[in-house]
């Protein structure tokens, strides 16, 4: 892909000075534009009608990108209510939300594009991270403004993003279940190349390590942030010869269907097997056992990035930031 | 307010070649220009910059907006699902998805001003409808593109509208009830301004003249499509002398909290008291007791409300339409 940079580096000129001449601004001598539009043509870089627009002002717009599958994403209460958090603050500050529909990667990737080229958003709000992200490569790229709700996978200090402490979350989550004398205990989460998943496992493993207890890879899964998620997972442990008696499961829609597809098989929670979870959205106060789950302030993670970008679109200068929200422990009846 | 439209009926041109003045089009004579300045002037009309877009193409967008605040809409499950809809036709598309954020009418008003005369969408999806709502009669008239999820309070002739058959489910889930032997039965609805409740509650009302029972109108409540709505509603009713054995309850988040408070003050489902509920959004699978409830198909009325208004932003001659999503009863345990 051919970026307004790569035109700016070959014609001589700064990025912005492209803009303008894709704009036609009669500002700009007949001389750069003859140059810029030379180097366009020999980069085989065609603008968009949007992206005549790429001088304009501020357009008071944020876009939110959910991960692969708004479709599936949505299923998750997680998303409803981390949007919440964002809808209130840029209400407050009277930006409007873009929110992306992408299914595929190539899909939200080309979403994103549409929204950076064609500048129908001052700046991204990611609600995902994970390895080797395409778009998150591409955004800073660019140097677009945006933040992550999540760890970013490298250049840690010069991202901004609002995220929990999920390595001591897992941790502690995990020691519920072993001072309760449990000794076999499984993992379950969501897509292994999400950063989130990877910092609630080491803290599961780590505390695995403290107590002295042995690391089990058949008990580590990966699945889908989704009920049916659980169900799988529960299948497959239970197709084990030794099978867990406690599980750490990074997500409370995947403990609902962790819990439904236990329930099916006769087996009692807690009595005979403990559960722990992650999020306390409001599902796991209304499962029968209650969760005892993770608060991570999903409101939180959602209003915090949205402060966090609109200070980045005003003031380009404003340094990266990491903003970790506290989580607490929330005690009901799966353990 | 003063419109586009009030200014080229004063100068006597049409809209567009308003908007083309507004936008300098070379191609308007200065005569012209003249006189519409003029107009505008003497109507106190001033184009913000965004206005200057209004003769630009399609914007490929279009405007979501909640009933008033996103904030607590959010908090029902309906919203992401009816989202989820949305996001996957509008995608195909290759539309994207504007969100409002707004908490008051007026703030939710001055939204959808700036998504239209800002030309930020092509056209608006109202996830509500209630009685003289100022956004429906603002966009009725600038003639723009909008498309209803529930039915219009007034020119449904006019209108596109994707709504279910609530009086009839109303009607049909009451009648659950009735052949149980229940006489006293309540309806527990959303804001009486909203037409969904108004046509629920017709069909409560007619399920009991037809059964030749007697209407009481301390049975019926309105209240907040939240679960605190709910508890309050089972607050007031265990008030009454005459309690009712069973309760129509509009919305299943309400449901939620109708079942929490009752299991507060030792009411059992459905030995003391039986429920039919509305929407069989995910949660009322996982209520104890399960909820009897009306599955409205609600990703069915978001993908088809999408559907209708991108048809209807492409082709501006697009007839009215009335599009009716079949209801199905989902019996569960709760009568």
Redesign the interface.
């Known amino acids: 892909m051919v970026t307004i940079k790569d035109v700016a580096k070959l014609s001589g000129v700064s990025p912005s000075t492209v803009s303008r001449v894709i704009a036609d601004n009669p500002r700009i001598t007949e001389e750069t534009k003859k140059k810029v539009r030379k180097a366009m043509k020999q980069l085989g870089y065609h603008p968009n009608?949007s992206a005549r627009n790429l001088v304009a002002?501020s357009t008071k717009?944020i876009g939110v990108i959910m991960p692969s599958s708004?479709?599936t994403a949505?299923?998750n209460?997680f998303?409803?209510?981390v949007?919440?958090g964002i809808?209130?603050v840029?209400?407050e500050a009277r930006?409007?939300?873009?929110?992306?529909?992408?299914?595929t990667d190539d899909?939200i990737c080309e979403?994103v594009k549409?929204?950076v080229f064609g500048r129908?958003v001052d700046g991204i709000i990611l609600l995902y991270s994970r390895l080797n992200d395409r778009v998150t490569n591409f955004l800073r790229e660019q140097d677009f403004p945006f933040v992550i709700v999540g760890k970013p996978y490298e250049n840690e200090s010069e991202t901004t993003y609002v995220d929990n402490d999920n390595l001591k979350a897992g941790k502690e989550i995990t020691k519920c279940l072993i001072d309760k004398g449990h000794e076999k205990i499984a993992f379950i989460g969501g897509s292994s190349d999400l950063i989130v998943t990877k910092d609630r496992q080491d803290g599961y493993i780590e505390a695995l390590k403290e107590a002295g207890l042995e690391e089990n890879d058949s008990y580590k899964i990966h699945t889908e942030f989704l009920?049916s998620g659980g169900r799988e997972a529960v299948e497959y442990l239970l197709s084990l010869k030794e099978k867990p008696t406690g599980l750490v499961v990074s997500d409370d829609l995947i403990s609902?269907g962790v819990i439904?597809r236990l329930e099916e098989s006769g087996y009692s929670i807690p009595d005979d097997l403990s559960l722990v979870s992650f999020n306390n959205v409001?599902?796991s106060e209304?499962?029968?056992p209650p969760l005892t789950t993770v608060d991570i302030q999903i409101y939180e993670l959602g209003a915090q990035s949205a402060k966090a970008l609109i200070e980045k679109t005003v003031n380009k200068g404003e340094p990266a930031k990491r903003i970790i929200i506290p989580h607490k422990i929330v005690y009901r009846d799966s353990v």
């Open positions: 009608i002002k717009a708004a479709n949505l299923q209460p998303f409803p209510e949007l919440r809808g209130s840029i209400h930006y409007s939300l873009s929110l992306s529909t992408g299914e899909e979403e549409r929204m129908y009920k609902l439904s409001y599902l209304i499962t029968r």
